[in-house]
């Protein structure tokens, strides 16, 4: 041995004994840095470094405390594999294993600002899908006489729970099974397999044209998501680039479709249609709807699967008057190949058409007597807050709104025997709109809490004397009346001013901030709401007092169907005075409300839909044998037809032909029968059955107000 080798191995000796002495006094933090996984590839620039820190600092603050240790590493790690393979398609049990060394070290990484394993992981991934494509492109061009589909395979419609393939061969397997599939699923659909093949040939190419495409920008905002929504679903990081699409909508300034979009998996989902916009007017794009495909006017369709999610709205974006054709997974289906094209005409979304409105009902009741019932339909809590600062004495407001349709409801003649507020759809807005909407009916008093980090609680409070209405209420939701929906229907269940009917609502109960970063934008979850009565809204949600059924999948929409969504839980009431107090009437009211929609067409179709899309769904893998596969769905369209009919025939509509007449309808109208008020001719049952269960209310009262009555005279 050299004498320089000797003095080298002196040196690491002395290095290691002082870096031991270190740890043990507590000055030095030491973690292993392994070799990269894979060679290569996208790398991070410097200034991702810096910005990786700053959001390790400012998550110190986030609602939920969670400590950078080893457990939060492992979180990290689950995340981020699942996000970019959620169906384990792509990674071999092999490249898992080798990730695994990162499993522990990635909370001492990010603290460093060291993206070193979110960038290896990425790269492998993009190579893995690089193949997968290639895969697909290479059997389609042996035509597709060369998948058989005899015999008794089958696939699996969720392989989020499933192994790792263990071997390329086992990779090809599953890879097989899924075009096979995406061929089936559009033969039945009546696709000829000439147009099959441009259609897979042309969407396989896009894709892979995409992933070549990616940036070290693209992969620093997917690795730190992984980090931010390890804490919540509504913590997120946006690059300087995104943040001008914070909580993409394009109901602002920007001339688009009205609709909140979320990047989900490789797909774009509707989360919500902006009440007012061309979307929800339109009524063929429905939240969880997954769009795959966007085409300008008589263009060539776009194939948007795994594109980021501005690269998406720029797309769908566009001047006024002009069309945008989209390609979509309709919400519930079981193939990702059962796709539509839908066409938009792009508009702005007007202030007065987000802006409340009233009508009059009459539900019939015994002995000819009709109760009058007013409605007033929400679909936003709006505030113009330019003019509101500026001291504009006429600035637009729900509440101001609101309070001059109840005088105009008051003003009727006869008067109307109950209230209903209808704020269904109605995705929240402005927190001051909802405590001040409150303040019309309870007549002073605490209208919700606040609790930050560190536990403090704020009270927000009624500030202005005096009730507008005093009469019976009603408020109907459903599973799209989220945030400061729920803080209003949440405030009117707890003073006992309202029978809170429908579905359970969203669950929103979360406060964010938006955090300037040097490199974009951190919106940090701060806070949560409570009600009065100390109950959050967040996960649970608004739970009604009559529940009505609707056809939507609780599992897919919702706060509880997000990963990492904080729990429910309870904190202190604070001092209130409940008004009424309703709870007796319940029973009765609950009796009555299910004799109606036990007979009721609408809902007994509503039952029976609901019925047929539980099977569907719990299905966990579909045959690829084509004469099963055709027997099967002909077994469905015939229940789906008949449950169609049964309606029809029971409302006095003419019955469908065939399954052709069925969806040229769905093409007209989706599943959900509920109707928007004013746009349709029909009346809406949902609307119709708040009336008669608030009408219901307002004869027990009257009921009561006898009988005290009477038994007074008799005490005397």
């Not at 990786?52 to 603050?61: E, K, M, Y």
């Not at 990616?214 to 390890?230: G, K, P, R």
């Not at 300034?253 to 490789?266: K, M, R």
């Not at 893998?621 to 027997?631: D, F, G, I, Q, T």
Request: hydrophobic residues 35%; aromatic residues 6%.
């Amino acid at each position: 041995m050299t004498r320089r080798t000797t003095l080298l191995r002196n040196l690491s000796i002395v290095a290691l004994l002082i870096a031991a002495l270190l740890q043990v006094c507590g000055a030095l933090t030491v973690s292993p840095r392994p070799e990269p996984v894979s060679a290569g590839g996208l790398a991070p620039e410097e200034v991702h470094a810096g910005a990786a820190r700053g959001i390790v600092d400012r998550l110190q603050g986030h609602y939920r405390q969670m400590r950078f240790d080893d457990s939060l590493s492992e979180k990290v790690f689950n995340r981020y594999l699942r996000d970019l393979d959620p169906n384990r398609v792509y990674f071999l049990a092999s490249d898992v294993a080798a990730f695994d060394r990162y499993r522990l070290l990635l909370d001492d990484q990010l603290r460093r600002g060291d993206l070193s394993a979110g960038f290896d992981i990425f790269n492998l991934y993009q190579q893995r899908v690089s193949e997968r494509l290639e895969y697909l492109l290479a059997r389609l061009d042996e035509g597709l006489d060369s998948l058989s589909f005899e015999g008794n395979d089958s696939v699996l419609l969720d392989r989020s729970e499933q192994p790792w393939a263990s071997s390329e061969e086992d990779m090809d397997d599953i890879w097989e099974r899924r075009l096979k599939n995406a061929v089936l699923t559009m033969r039945l659909d009546g696709v000829k397999d000439e147009e099959i093949l441009t259609r897979l040939e042309r969407r396989y190419s896009s894709q892979l044209n995409r992933v070549k495409q990616n940036a070290s920008e693209d992969v620093f905002q997917i690795y730190i998501n992984a980090l931010t929504q390890t804490f919540d679903p509504h913590t997120s990081y946006f690059t300087p680039h995104t943040s001008e699409n914070f909580n993409i909508s394009m109901s602002r300034s920007l001339e688009g479709i009205g609709a909140v979009l979320q990047a989900e998996d490789e797909y774009t989902k509707v989360v919500r249609l902006v009440p007012g916009g061309p979307a929800a007017k339109a009524g063929q794009l429905k939240p969880a709807d997954r769009i795959v495909g966007v085409g300008q006017e008589d263009e060539e369709m776009v194939n948007v699967i795994g594109w980021r999610l501005d690269e998406v709205v720029n797309l769908i974006r566009g001047p006024k008057g002009t069309e945008v054709r989209l390609e979509i997974i309709p919400a519930g289906s079981a193939s990702e190949h059962s796709t539509r094209e839908i066409t938009i005409e792009r508009n702005k979304v007007m202030l007065e058409e987000q802006a409340a409105k009233k009508q009059i009902i009459d539900i019939p009741g015994t002995n000819d007597s009709v109760e009058r019932i007013g409605v007033i339909r929400i679909p936003a809590f709006y505030l113009d807050f330019d003019a509101y600062n500026r001291g504009e004495p006429d600035y637009t407001s729900t509440t101001r709104d609101v309070a001059r349709l109840l005088q105009e409801l008051n003003d009727e003649e006869p008067a109307i025997d109950g209230l209903v507020i209808d704020l269904r759809n109605n995705g929240g807005g402005s927190l001051h709109e909802a405590t001040q909407l409150v303040s019309l009916f309870i007549g002073g008093g605490p209208t919700v809490q606040v609790r930050d980090a560190r536990g403090r609680v704020q009270v927000e409070r009624d500030k202005v004397p005096g009730t507008l209405y005093a009469g019976p209420m009603a408020v109907l939701v459903n599973r799209f009346s989220a945030s400061a929906s729920e803080i209003f229907a949440g405030a009117m269940q707890d003073y006992g001013r309202a029978i809170i009917i429908g579905d359970h609502t969203f669950g929103k109960g979360t406060v964010q901030t938006l955090l300037p970063l040097g490199h974009g934008q951190l919106k940090l979850t701060q806070a949560k709401f409570y009600r009065v009565s100390g109950s959050s809204n967040q996960n649970l949600g608004i739970v009604p007092d009559i529940e009505m059924p609707y056809l939507i999948d609780k599992e897919d929409i919702g706060e509880s169907a997000l990963p990492n969504a904080l729990p429910w839980d309870k904190i202190d009431a604070t001092a209130y005075t409940p008004q009424f107090n309703l709870s007796p009437y319940l029973p009765s009211l609950r009796e009555l409300h299910d004799q109606r929609l036990a007979v009721n067409p609408e809902f007994i179709y509503v039952r029976e839909q609901l019925a047929l899309l539980e099977e569907q769904r719990q299905k966990e893998s579909v045959s690829l044998n084509e004469k099963e596969r055709r027997s099967e769905q002909d077994a469905f369209e015939a229940r789906r037809l008949a449950i169609e009919n049964t309606r029809r025939k029971a409302v006095g509509e003419e019955p469908l032909k065939d399954m052709a007449a069925l969806r040229a309808l769905d093409e007209q109208r989706s599943l959900d029968p509920e109707n928007e008020m004013g746009d349709s001719d029909k009346p809406d049952p949902y609307l119709q059955e708040t009336g008669a269960v608030l009408a219901d209310l307002v004869r027990l009262l009257q009921n009561r107000q006898v009988a005290n009555s009477e038994g007074a005279v008799l005490q005397e």
